[in-house]
């Protein structure tokens, strides 16, 4: 195949119908050839695949709560067609109250009659967005079940006390009788939920604080040892923080090692280091040109890199005897129009809630951060999407009545069969794209059948060119009797596509045919832009095959 190159995507050691093609320009047809090994590189958590809803803007309130008088219709106060969407996806982990509202949020005034909760200011990225408290531990805790979330509760270290979370972790957990247990009772909870994913605070070295990482480290070791009295059996999530920060953050790239090298072997205390990675160099949300195109995909790709320089830190440093799963709690685009710092020569609005347009380009992004996340699924024990509603790379956005689908939204749904199962190796040739990045890539997994029927697997292929066709071949080395099952498309009719509510959507999911060739290979021919998910059988593993 000359010039064209082979993209390893196992394990990293270092950081239809045709759609005209996007563009000017005649119509081109790249070849690429998608080989499935048969090694799994471990578990793919459902944890990995989890959601972000901050008091932020029209995420909480608008957003997935509407109170249980409203015209809206609505489960229990949440809008019964975002619960019914998050519930199709599934929505697996969600992280509340902050992000950065974490640091002001004290848990007290959300539990309680109603009408006898105080209004709070509810502050986070520079917005102060009011707080009725309508929303507290008892109505979130309430949608997650509706939903079928595991709940991932962050605590305030900033403005608040070692007491106070101490305090909320045994009135959510705790069945010894206590006044908190009976308070709880009171409120109509006489069970524990036995929460077990607990943040010790929230970039901690900024809005949570402006810690110094050995200071922080020192109030971490406080307030995780006292938790531990409180529910042994809970998992902290420790502030860490990506390396790479913006020149103008004045954030010390060594955070991670020296909150470690400070706590010692109290970094057993640590279940989880949190960092957080947003994409911010791909140009205006939708106006872009194809370089934008470009550099917004390959920003997401390296995220991949990120992970792996934090394992080497963990692994550097932390007890050999302790595991620490690496906590992508915060991620995503964020694009210029919604901030007033940071890159991007593009008019800025006032961000208003940190709303922001959503796109096809977005959505192919989070498909390439998956295939890293994937790869790296024995590091990276959780990730949060930011955010859940109308929020930054949002998957649902609500206007009103109305709600539409994002891009994102149907990138999400076309992982489904990934969330539990075992990620594959995968191995693909192909062009590179101006950037010098892989036209096509791809994730694969695989899971055990149900009583002694076949394996199910997936696969998942992005054509990432901004103007060419894809026609795509993928080998299933290593397993027999492979049989497509399903085969879906996500595509548009633009990459800056949106799916905007009460409007037709220009972004959706479609049937695609997958030719079925000799030994388990599949055909695809992909438009421009666009992300397909195979779903396939197999009576087993041919020891013959692999990569």
Known sequence: MQGYATFDFGVETIPGRLQPNHGKGSRQV??????????????????????????LGRCCYGGLWVGVGSDVPNVDGFRTDVVEALRDLPTPLVRWPGGCYAEHYHWR???????????????????????????????????????????????????????????????????????????????????????????????????????????????????????????PHVELVAVGQEDEPLPESNLDPEWNAKFLRTLGPNAALVDHLSIHRYWLRGGPEIDFDEADYYRLLDEADATEALIVRVRRTINAIAPSSHRIGIALDEWGVWHPEAREWGPGDVPRRPPEGLEQAGTLRDALAAAIAFEGFHRQCDSLSMTNLAQVVNVLQAPIVTDGPNMARTPTYYALALHDAHVGANALPVRVETAATPSGGPTVSATASIRSGAGNGPLGGAVTVVNRHFREIASVEIRLAGWSGANASRARLLCGDAPNATNEPGKTERAFIRPIDADAGAGGTFRLVMPACSMATIDFTTSGLDQRGGL
């Open 30 to 55: 790249v070849d690429a050839t998608v080989t499935v090994g048969s090694e799994p590189l471990g578990v793919i958590s459902p944890r990995i695949y989890g959601a972000f809803a901050e008091h």
């Open 109 to 231: 005034g959300g539990i309680g009659p109603a009408e006898g909760r105080p209004g709070a200011l509810g502050m986070s990225c520079g917005l102060k967005t009011p707080d009725t408290n309508a929303l507290g531990t008892h109505e979130f805790l309430r949608f997650c079940k509706l939903i079928g979330a595991e709940p991932y509760l962050a605590g305030n270290v900033a403005t608040g006390s070692v007491q106070e979370l101490c305090d909320w972790i045994e009135y959510v957990n705790s069945s010894t009788d206590s006044s908190l247990t009976r308070e709880r009772a009171a409120n109509g909870r006489p069970a524990p939920w036995g929460v077990k994913l607990w943040g010790v605070g929230n970039e901690s070295w900024d809005c949570g604080g402006r810690f110094d990482p050995v200071t922080y480290a020192h109030e971490y070791r406080r307030f995780a040892r006292m938790i531990r009295d409180v529910d």
